[in-house]
T-cell receptor, first 112, second 115 residues
Framework: AQSVTQLDSHVSVSEGTPVLLRCNYS??????LFWYVQHPNKGLQLLLK??????LVKGINGFEAEFKKSETSFHLTKPSAHMSDAAEYFC??????????FGSGTRLSIRP | KAGVTQTPRYLIKTRGQQVTLSCSPI?????VSWYQQTPGQGLQFLFE???????NKGNFPGRFSGRQFSNSRSEMNVSTLELGDSALYLC??????????????FGPGTRLTVL
């Protein structure tokens, strides 16, 4: 069985400060892990994915995530938040399209 | 390369009606999946199509159905609409099916409101 838990439903940071969005997963096999971002009234856009290659994954717009097997975590980070980063972020664990589990989402707010 | 397109973007229907949503995948992608997104349930898998065949189906009633055409375009149909069907319906395409490493690319969604 697999599951994914996003530990924070809402994160608020000031512009220019670091972002940390936390995700823990559970999987009985080696998972593929993804982070997607969804801006209001938009579809999901892929930020980055982990597929058992390098544990530190770099994505678009300065985001990166580190796969830590011992902690079963795949936290998303960005060194410096920008106003345009305000959106909903989803952590995803996948075995296939039909066996894809979405986290409940973390809403990121950016304070000027 | 053009992304996943979904039509219409917004739809308002009344209870008991039926609705058809359309999805055109990225050129060359043969797998299309559908998801329902609601504030209460989050993102839930509806079904997946590959080469005109439904490969997998989520836990939704038979009122939800779909199909895929030879050009990989897909439609989903919801019959006898209920208020609870109000949601954002997202379509995603990928190169192949059943590959956990394959990336799904999402369309902008169709916002369905049932009155």
């Amino acid at each position: 069985a697999q599951s994914v838990t996003q530990l924070d439903s809402h994160v608020s940071v000031s512009e220019g400060t670091p972002v940390l969005l936390r995700c823990n997963y559970s999987s009985s096999y080696s998972p593929s892990l993804f982070w997607y971002v969804q801006h209001p009234n938009k579809g999901l856009q892929l930020l980055l994915k982990y597929t058992s290659a390098a544990t530190l994954v770099k994505g678009i717009n300065g985001f990166e995530a580190e796969f830590k097997k011992s902690e079963t975590s795949f936290h998303l980070t960005k060194p410096s938040a920008h106003m345009s980063d305000a959106a909903e972020y989803f952590c995803v664990v996948s075995r296939s399209a039909s066996k894809i589990i979405f986290g409940s989402g973390t809403r990121l707010s950016i304070r000027p | 390369k053009a992304g996943v397109t979904q039509t219409p973007r917004y739809l308002i229907k009344t209870r008991g009606q039926q609705v058809t949503l359309s999805c055109s995948p990225i050129s060359g992608h043969r797998s299309v999946s559908w998801y329902q997104q609601t504030p209460g349930q989050g993102l839930q898998f509806l079904f997946e199509y590959f080469s005109e065949t439904q490969r997998n189906k989520g836990n939704f009633p038979g009122r939800f159905s779909g199909r895929q055409f030879s050009n990989s375009r897909s439609e989903m149909n919801v019959s006898t609409l209920e208020l609870g069907d109000s949601a954002l319906y997202l379509c995603a395409s990928s190169l192949v099916a059943g590959d956990s490493t394959d990336t799904q690319y999402f369309g902008p969604g169709t916002r369905l409101t049932v009155l």
